[in-house]
T-cell receptor
């Protein structure tokens, strides 16, 4: 079945540092890929998405490129802020089941200190 | 514009009891999906409701059941609660069962269920 593997956290960075959170996936067919963010006490918010190979999703300074050859969708940000501290989830959606049925990774906690 | 709202926010139940969680979708959305998020884990898909019917189901036992009302709101029921059912239950809404590029999932803040 489909699965998503993320790097384990927590990832601890100083403000303005470069961020990479690795994500790889296993899926049949050609899934769509997503990054969601969860702030403390809140639900998940869609951060960015990519629907086909070589697409780059971007939002709020975060970027991720759909790499079919390496089955990866790594999240990057050039300069993190304290307000970016949250848990980040990589997810995929099978085209057959639709975008509302997502398979999530376990999440990676990011802690940014001033 | 109200987003997805869930109630209650927290709930404590005893093993063997039954529980009902409620969800109102984002305005304009007609599809509701439920996810279970255990501590330190990613959300896992339970089931999805559209047009008052269960359209898709994840790998959860029949103790988990649901309902969707004509106004698109939804309930999640769990019978014979186990300790392992303790989790954050997330409701998400979307437009149509396949969502689509322009209709991603919108999540509520969840209901924290503790089973003792």
């Amino acid at each position: 079945g489909d699965s998503v593997t993320q790097m384990e956290g927590p990832v601890t960075l100083s403000e303005e540092a470069f961020l990479t959170i690795n994500c790889t996936y296993t899926a049949t067919g050609y899934p769509s890929l997503f990054w969601y963010v969860q702030y403390p006490g809140e639900g998940l918010q869609l951060l960015l998405k990519a629907t086909k190979a070589d697409d780059k999703g971007s939002n709020k300074g975060f970027e991720a490129t759909y790499r079919k050859e390496t089955t990866s969708f790594h999240l990057e940000k050039g300069s993190v802020q304290v307000s970016d501290s949250a848990v980040y989830f990589c997810a995929l959606s099978d085209m057959n089941s639709g975008y509302s049925t997502l398979t999530f990774g376990k999440g990676t906690m990011l802690l940014v200190s001033p | 514009d109200a987003g997805v709202t869930q109630s209650p926010t927290h709930l404590i139940k005893t093993r063997g009891q039954q529980v009902t969680l409620r969800c109102s979708p984002k305005s304009g959305h007609d599809t509701v999906s439920w996810y279970q998020q255990a501590l330190g884990q990613g959300p896992q898909f339970i089931f999805q409701y559209y047009e008052e019917e269960e359209r898709q189901r994840g790998n959860f036992p029949d103790r988990f059941s649901g309902h969707q009302f004509p106004n698109y709101s939804s309930e999640l029921n769990v019978n014979a609660l186990l300790l392992g059912d303790s989790a954050l239950y997330l409701c998400a809404s979307s437009l149509g069962t396949t969502g689509g590029y322009n209709s991603p999932l919108h999540f509520g803040n969840g209901t924290r269920l503790t089973v003792t």
